[in-house]
């Protein structure tokens, strides 16, 4: 079985609830500045999205990807700009370099190879773009 129909087979089993939580520090940042590009990267099912965007926290364009098809299908998008995709936070083959003003990324590098994640995050935040893990 591939990673990924590991990762779908557990999406079905193990579906996520919204609990509308936005950590304090990621409120208290994007509540005082409002990044162009936000990109949630292993977003489950959309909480923090949905969460983001309920609280009027997010700004011009949203991304929110996750390996999971499934969980990316459950993604209720909300009413604003929310581009939902299916792709892996260790390659992020479908994020530009060098094009997020904000990477957000809540209880993933646990799941992946830290430096593979890390060098990818890198790559796609812009130069003086700010990271939350």
């Known amino acids: ?22 950590p304090p520090l990621l409120e208290r ?3 005082a500045r409002k990044p162009p590009t936000i990109l949630d990267a292993g977003c489950g099912e959309g909480s923090l999205v949905r969460a983001l965007v309920r609280r009027k926290l997010v700004s011009e364009r949203v991304l ?3 390996a999971s098809s499934v969980r990316i299908a459950r993604l209720d998008k909300p009413g604003t700009a929310v581009t939902a ?4 936070v260790e390659k992020l083959e479908n994020v530009d370099t060098s094009s997020i003003d ?12 830290d430096e593979r994640m890390l060098h ?4 796609v935040t812009r130069p003086g773009g700010l990271v939350y893990l």
């Open 120 to 123: 990818t995050v890198a790559r």
């Open 1 to 22: 079985m591939s990673r990924i129909q590991d990762v779908d087979d557990y999406a079905r089993k193990w579906p996520q609830f919204d609990d509308d939580v936005v």
């Open 29 to 31: 940042y994007l509540a």
């Open 102 to 113: 904000f990477f957000v990324s809540s209880q993933v590098i646990e799941h992946v190879d």
């Open 85 to 88: 995709f299916v792709d892996d």
């Open 64 to 66: 929110a990807c996750d």
